[in-house]
Every structure is written in C-alpha cells, then in structure tokens.
C-alpha cells in the first residue's frame, strides 16, 4: 500500500474513534473495544479539537535545537562583521 493511503487509513481511523467516543459516552469503553491507549485517545482529541481533522494526520518531528548552533549574540557579531567590514569565514574565524 502506498503511503498516503495508509496515512489516509491512519486519519479515518482516529476520527472514527472519536466519533464513536461521541455517540458512546465512555471513553474507557471506547477505548478498550478498539484497543487504543487512553493517553493516545486524550492526544488525539486535543489534536482534532485544535486542527480538525488535519491535526489527525501524522506530522514530522520538528528539532527544538541543535548540539552545534552557535548563540543568537554570536550570530549577530558574525553578521554585522561580514556586512560592515565584508570580512570572510577565515578572517571572522
């Protein structure tokens, strides 16, 4: 299968939990019938409650910071030595 259908199949299905989850009233029952975790289902909700269904859909993990990024005051330095006195990596280094 291709990916977009099983993410297609991923989405249906957690929208289909929770609208079952609507019409079913017990969250817990809900949840043991499709065997899905109650935190999962509590992660689902809070996604398609902020998203709709889009938030449903699986996202790329998005990286906060980096081992090796420089600090915001030394990136500024950098810049301004290379606008103002056209300086080049070696020189600036």
């Known amino acids: ?5 099983r993410e ?7 929208w289909t939990v929770l609208e079952y989850a609507k019409v ?7 949840c043991r019938e499709f065997e899905v975790p ?11 409650d902020k998203e709709g269904k889009a938030g449903l859909a699986r996202k790329k ?3 906060r910071n980096h081992p090796r990024s ?14 103002i006195y056209k300086l080049g990596p070696e020189r600036i280094t």
């Open 70 to 83: 420089l600090a915001q005051d030394v990136v500024d330095k950098i810049l301004h030595l290379r606008q």
């Open 38 to 48: 109650r935190s999962t289902f509590y992660n689902w909700k809070k996604a398609f």
């Open 24 to 30: 079913c009233c017990n969250v817990s029952e809900v």
């Open 61 to 63: 993990p998005i990286a």
């Open 8 to 14: 297609a199949f991923r989405v249906h299905f957690k």
């Open 1 to 5: 299968m291709q990916k977009e259908v």
